[in-house]
Antibody, heavy 120, light 110 residues
Framework: QLQLQESGPGQVKPSETLSLTCTVS??????????WGWIRQTPGKGLEWIGS???????FYNASLESRVTISVDTSKNQFSLKLSPVTAADTAVYYC????????????WGQGTLVTVSS | QSVLTQPPSASGTPGQRVTISCSGS????????VNWYQQLPRTAPKLLMY???QRPSGVPDRFSGSKSGTSASLAISGLQSEDEADYYC???????????FGTGTKVTVL
């Protein structure tokens, strides 16, 4: 059974960098025909896609966040990461990693999510 | 920043039928398939319906989905207490080149 698990600091200071890692178990990122992405959910609000990648190197981002986001992958560790910089209080959210199909909003496996609070 | 519009809330008594709408545009629902997610309190969203009307294994058949033009709907027949959750629609958007989600609907079982 495929499992995804987010990890990283639960609090980040304004203007600094939010860094999260998603560890995939029960399956491999390399050679998969799926895309892997990050989604966030602000308190009391809806879901917002941040960006996704394909293991071969193709990466694409939400245009509203693109200037601040970097997604990278470490296939040797079966992990992928999210960096968002600089952050503001508006970036306080639960961050999820998930797997999805190409050109489809079909997210079939999700991590449990991790709350990141931006505060000094 | 949600591109797809849903009613904020819906409710019904046990056994009733509840329908949730999802309105989009030609660049998303109008040209792509719609998926639905159920989010129980304090948990990650779970895929509830894909490709407009297909249920993943384990999803009860009282959940059904449909799409027409630039709108989609999720229906829950025989509402049960465990169906109390937030529901989100989602679709790929060709103009934005990424997935977009609905504003979410909170279903309450009275």
């Amino acid at each position: 059974q495929l499992q995804l698990q987010e990890s990283g600091p639960g609090q980040v200071k304004p203007s600094e960098t939010l860094s999260l890692t998603c560890t995939v178990s029960g399956g491999s990122i390399r050679g998969s025909s799926f895309y892997w992405g990050w989604i966030r959910q602000t308190p009391g609000k809806g879901l917002e896609w941040i960006g996704s990648f394909y293991y071969s190197g193709s990466t694409f981002y939400n245009a509203s966040l693109e200037s601040r986001v970097t997604i990278s992958v470490d296939t040797s560790k079966n992990q992928f990461s999210l960096k968002l910089s600089p952050v503001t209080a508006a970036d306080t959210a639960v961050y999820y990693c998930a797997r999805h199909s190409y050109k489809a909003a079909l997210f079939d496996y999700w991590g449990q999510g991790t709350l990141v609070t931006v505060s000094s | 920043q949600s591109v797809l519009t849903q009613p904020p809330s819906a409710s019904g008594t046990p056994g009733q039928r509840v329908t949730i709408s999802c309105s989009g545009s030609s660049s998303n629902i109008g040209s792509k398939t719609v998926n639905w997610y159920q989010q129980l309190p304090r948990t990650a969203p779970k895929l509830l319906m894909y490709s407009n009307n297909q249920r993943p294994s384990g999803v009860p058949d009282r959940f059904s989905g449909s799409k027409s033009g630039t709108s989609a709907s999720l229906a829950i027949s025989g509402l049960q207490s465990e169906d109390e959750a937030d529901y989100y629609c989602a679709a790929w958007d060709d103009s934005l080149n990424g997935p977009v989600f609905g504003t979410g609907t909170k279903v309450t079982v009275l």
